[in-house]
């Protein structure tokens, strides 16, 4: 069974800096391409970051580019999202999301985490 | 960036009957090529994460129930509910994959009337 579980959420203050992990288990995590996708309290759902197989392409939506960093560890078969320079509109829940089509760009999700909660407020 | 327009926002239908829902881009995610519409439908009810319903537009992911379909071409695409049952109430949404970043519709919220 695929299982995506993030981690490490909370509260911020503005400026302030996060990572989030995903772990994921119950299939081979090096042959399938990742995303982060957030839903603020309410909302829809904003796609946030891709990243390949190997790593050797991202995308990052414009809204969190050159503020947050998508890495992932296939020997750890994890996903990650380092978050910095925080606002209040990136509160949101935050799930990984994992894309089967075999590509360089983001396709649809098949399997998506829990998510965990971000909030940025003072 | 492709728009996503879904209509309507939310709709009451009575258990047994029809729901249909619409979705709309802003340019075509049909790729011509490969002759496949590159749009999904996610499920997503209170408290959990979206769940993929279709892909390529009309493509039921396993497990889905046939009371469900997909359907449409280029610009303009339906999400069906043949016989509304209860466990049906949630927010749906279409997203499009032709081009990055894909982008999601607003959501239609299906209750029961």
């Known amino acids: 069974e695929v299982q995506l579980v993030e981690s490490g959420g909370g509260l911020v203050q503005p400026g302030g800096s996060l990572r989030l992990s995903c772990a994921a288990s119950g299939f081979t995590f090096s042959s399938y391409s990742m995303n982060w996708v957030r839903q603020a309290p309410g909302k829809g759902l904003d796609w946030v970051s891709y990243?390949?197989?190997?790593?050797?392409?991202?995308y990052y939506a414009d809204s969190v580019k050159g503020r947050f960093t998508i890495s992932r560890d296939n020997a750890k078969n994890s996903l990650y999202l380092q978050m910095i320079s925080l606002r209040a509109e990136d509160t949101a829940v935050y799930y990984c999301?994992?894309?089967?089509?075999?590509?360089?760009?983001?396709?649809?999700?098949?399997?998506w985490g829990q998510g965990t909660l971000v909030t940025v407020s003072s | 960036d492709i728009v996503m327009t879904q209509s309507p926002d939310s709709l009451a239908v009575s258990l047994g009957e029809r729901a249909t829902i619409n979705c709309k881009s802003s340019?075509?995610?049909?790729?011509?090529?490969?002759?496949?519409?590159?749009l999904a439908w996610y499920q997503q009810k209170p408290g959990q994460p979206p769940k993929l319903l279709f892909y390529w537009a009309s493509t039921r992911e396993s497990g889905v129930p046939d009371r469900f379909s997909g359907s449409g071409s280029g610009t303009d695409f339906t999400l069906t509910i043949s016989s509304l049952q209860a466990e049906d109430v949630a927010v749906y949404y279409c997203q499009q994959y032709y081009s990055t970043p894909p982008t999601f519709g607003q959501g239609t919220k299906v209750e029961i009337k």
């Open positions: 990243i390949s197989s190997g790593s050797s392409t991202i």
């Open positions: 340019q075509s995610v049909l790729y011509r090529s490969k002759n496949k519409n590159h």
């Open positions: 999301a994992r894309d089967p089509v075999v590509a360089t760009n983001p396709y649809y999700f098949d399997s």
